[in-house]
């Protein structure tokens, strides 16, 4: 599974699929574009667990799957639509409960957001822990900021975490204070978040950000992952130019994924 699930996702999953006990359906929710669904789909089908996914977006339901979430079914994921006001409120034990019925999931084993719960966040300080000592400055991209959480306590004090959040609404900061406080009872580490390369919000895909990435690709060799790496590298390619890392500083950049199943083509743009 670690070939087949990318990046921060295995990391993230191990520690939290320890807990799943017989009987349960492995639940959790994400956005129509969202590689933690897929990496849970997968890891579901690899384990010979259940899945349901609970998507964000009823309007989805009277549309054609994107490759996203047909591969999510192709591993046998349940996919239920959920309109956007009560996803936004899934945390409240009301509405998850609502939401659990309708999907008809008895016995559930629930996965927040992007997988980003205690474990998980522990479960990503053990990437810190392989860069201590190696960077200066370790930037990522992020959409929970799970990662990030684990990552920054992982690191320790004498490296700097720069994430760069790919979704707009500039809330980021107090979800990794949250994190580190459940993960960890405190505070973690030194880290920052640039707020200016979402790009227009989670899954956008501008015209100017794909030209950059494909140009990223041909000279270096690499394929660039759209909704979370892309935007990394552009962030850190106009960090470098505004002089943001003196010389001799030695800059990290983690690539928390490869390009999946059609995510490369038919993002909204803008
Ligand atoms: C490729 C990639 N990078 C980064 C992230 C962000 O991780 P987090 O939600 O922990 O911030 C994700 C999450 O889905 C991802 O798929």
């Not at 959920?82 to 309708?102: F, G, H, N, Q, T």
């Not at 759209?226 to 505004?242: P, Q, S």
Request: aromatic share 6%.
């Amino acid at each position: 599974m670690g070939v087949q699930s990318s990046g921060n996702k295995w990391r993230k999953l191990v520690p939290v699929l320890a807990g799943l006990t017989p009987g349960r359906t492995l639940v959790t929710f994400g956005g129509a574009w969202s590689s933690h669904l897929r990496a849970t789909a997968t890891a579901g089908r690899l384990l010979g667990v259940p899945t349901v996914g609970l998507v964000r977006g009823d309007e989805l339901a009277a549309r054609p799957l994107n490759p996203a979430l047909e591969r999510c079914r192709t591993d046998g994921m349940r996919l239920h639509f959920v309109d956007r006001s009560r996803y936004r409120r899934k945390r409240e034990p009301e509405i998850a409960r609502s939401l659990l019925r309708e999907a008809g999931v008895t016995a559930p084993y629930l996965v927040p957001e992007g997988g980003s719960g205690p474990a998980a966040v522990r479960g990503c300080a053990e990437l810190g822990r392989e860069l201590r000592g190696r960077a200066d400055v370790v930037a990522l991209a992020c959409g929970t900021g799970g990662t990030l959480a684990g990552l920054t306590a992982g690191l320790g004090p004498e490296g700097h975490v720069l994430g760069v959040p790919v979704v707009k609404g500039g809330f980021l900061a107090d979800e990794i204070r949250a994190l580190h406080t459940a993960a960890f009872g405190s505070a973690m580490g030194s880290w920052s978040l640039d707020d200016r390369f979402h790009a227009g919000g989670y899954a956008r895909l501008p015209a100017a950000l794909d030209r950059f990435a494909r140009g990223f690709e041909d000279r270096h060799g690499l394929a660039v992952e759209r909704l979370y790496v892309a935007k990394l590298l552009y962030a850190l390619t106009c960090l470098a130019e505004e002089g943001a890392f003196p010389p001799g500083t030695r800059v990290a950049a983690v690539i928390t994924g490869v390009p999946g199943p059609g995510l490369s083509s038919g993002l909204p743009t803008g």
